[in-house]
């Protein structure tokens, strides 16, 4: 996880929201190849505005998103996953009634070569081998953390560069939410860049290299987890401290 790397995703004064209403102004910041960089901040903040406008869920409103050196914003999210981003979504929202196979195949649906689909599917049963152990049931029937862990799982079936989670730990279990975080980490030593949206600012500071705070729809302070974990005003208002 270098602090070196090139930058794979660069955001430039990113304004968004809904109705003609910003939800976000001005959001400027950028990831780097095998970084798990955090987007830390309480609730409506921003953090999952920003999300859906990276991932083209929402129009930017204004600003800039460049993916690889390319510019992507406000294209639809089925081209913004053929290039390399993928979104784990908050709430998981997995197909209930189709088997946790069924559900891993959807998340690779534009590849069309099924040997490289296959290739994919192993990888991630190497990766979450209680997901392979569930394979044939159906994803409703799973406990929360084992849904948590297809969606991660159907996430990296598209074989992406950057994977972005919302909220992974969301009503988890600690026990679970230690598992979770623990894979997320698993997953930067495939070579995977991670952009992550958290609650668990404690847990995901500690695995981070490098996070932002978002209040009110701006960005207020960044640092790396070390120092935001060691930073009196962050204690304070998001570690309980």
């Known amino acids: 996880m270098s ?13 968004a929201g809904y109705n003609g209403l910003p ?12 970084q798990i960089l955090a987007i830390l901040g309480s609730n409506g903040a921003g953090k999952s505005s920003t999300l ?6 929402i129009t930017p409103m204004g600003g800039q998103i460049l993916f690889n ?22 709430g998981r929202m997995l197909f209930p009634g189709m088997s946790v196979e069924e559900n891993l195949n959807m998340g690779a649906y534009l590849i069309k070569d ?18 392979q152990e569930r394979r044939a049931q159906k994803a409703g029937t799973l406990s929360g953390g084992e849904q948590q862990m297809v969606a991660i799982a159907r996430g990296l079936m ?9 909220e992974p730990s969301l009503g988890l279990m600690p026990k679970l ?19 992550i949206v958290e609650q668990n600012a404690n847990e995901t500071l500690k695995m981070c ?33």
């Open 23 to 34: 939800a976000i102004h001005d959001v400027s910041f950028s990831v780097k190849e095998g």
């Open 3 to 15: 602090s070196d790397g090139k930058v794979i995703l660069e955001v430039k004064n990113l304004k």
């Open 158 to 166: 598209s074989n992406p560069k950057l994977l972005i989670l919302d």
């Open 177 to 195: 939410v230690a598992e979770v975080f623990e894979f997320v980490e698993q997953i930067t030593k495939l070579g995977i860049t991670i952009l």
């Open 69 to 90: 050196g390319e510019d992507i914003t406000g294209i639809p999210s089925y081209k913004i996953v053929s290039k390399g981003m993928a979104m784990v979504p908050e």
């Open 114 to 131: 099924k040997a490289v689909v296959e290739e994919r599917l192993k990888m991630v049963y190497e990766l979450f081998p209680r997901v």
């Open 52 to 57: 859906r406008a990276l991932t083209g869920a």
């Open 209 to 241: 290299d490098y996070a932002f705070i978002m209040q009110n729809g701006e960005i207020v302070m960044e640092g790396t987890g070390e120092d935001l974990l060691a930073d009196e005003n962050v204690k304070k208002a998001y570690l309980g401290g």
